[in-house]
T-cell receptor, first 112, second 114 residues
Framework: GESVGLHLPTLSVQEGDNSIINCAYS??????FIWYKQESGKGPQFIIDIRSNMDKRQGQRVTVLLNKTVKHLSLQIAATQPGDSAVYFCAERGYNFNKFYFGSGTKLNVKP | DAGVTQSPTHLIKTRGQHVTLRCSPISGHKSVSWYQQVLGQGPQFIFQ???????GRGNFPDRFSARQFPNYSSELNVNALLLGDSALYLCASSKGLAGGDEQYFGPGTRLTVT
């Protein structure tokens, strides 16, 4: 089955710096990816998505990059703020379009 | 607009009991998916329902079942509860079945099995 993993379980950054969270996926047929933010005690919050026919997509302070050659996804957060502290998950839509597969998450700690 | 809502927020059950969790999708969304999230891990897909039919099933035992109602709300049922069923159960809704639709999650139901 699909496998979505993250390179770093915990990332600490200084407030105001840029953050980069990485994600690897194993299924080259996956065609759609979502980044979620999950704060303690809450459900995952949609941040940004990207389809496999794109290699970059920008939102407000966030950018997602997709490298299909090496099956790698990254989330860049500009000017990281204390409110960005959370666990971030990448989710990969499975080949049958009906399932999303999640990695184990990266915890982002923003130091004031 | 209201987001995805789930009830109850928290639940404590004993091994062997049965539990029913409920979810109401965002207005206009016809697809509901259920996920189990064990502490420290990412959500694991359980079911997807669209137009009241099961459209996807994850690797969970038959003790887990679900259904979707005409108003697109959904219930997740778990029979013969085990200690390992303790988790956060998440419901997510999207407009359609696939097609790159964004999927939005509810706050979850925290189930503790003792």
């Amino acid at each position: 089955g699909e496998s979505v993993g993250l390179h770093l379980p915990t990332l600490s950054v200084q407030e105001g710096d840029n953050s980069i969270i990485n994600c690897a996926y194993s299924n080259s047929a996956s065609d759609y990816f979502i980044w979620y933010k999950q704060e303690s005690g809450k459900g995952p919050q949609f941040i940004i998505d990207i389809r496999s026919n794109m290699d970059k997509r920008q939102g407000q302070r966030v950018t997602v990059l997709l490298n299909k050659t090496v099956k790698h996804l990254s989330l860049q957060i500009a000017a990281t703020q204390p409110g960005d502290s959370a666990v971030y998950f990448c989710a990969e839509r499975g080949y049958n379009f009906n399932k999303f597969y999640f990695g184990s998450g990266t915890k982002l700690n923003v130091k004031p | 607009d209201a987001g995805v809502t789930q009830s109850p927020t928290h639940l404590i059950k004993t091994r062997g009991q049965h539990v029913t969790l409920r979810c109401s999708p965002i207005s206009g969304h016809k697809s509901v998916s259920w996920y189990q999230q064990v502490l420290g891990q990412g959500p694991q897909f359980i079911f997807q329902y669209y137009e009241k039919e099961e459209r996807g099933r994850g690797n969970f035992p038959d003790r887990f079942s679900a259904r979707q109602f005409p108003n697109y709300s959904s219930e997740l049922n778990v029979n013969a509860l085990l200690l390992g069923d303790s988790a956060l159960y998440l419901c997510a809704s999207s407009k359609g079945l696939a097609g790159g639709d964004e999927q939005y999650f509810g706050p979850g139901t925290r189930l503790t099995v003792t």
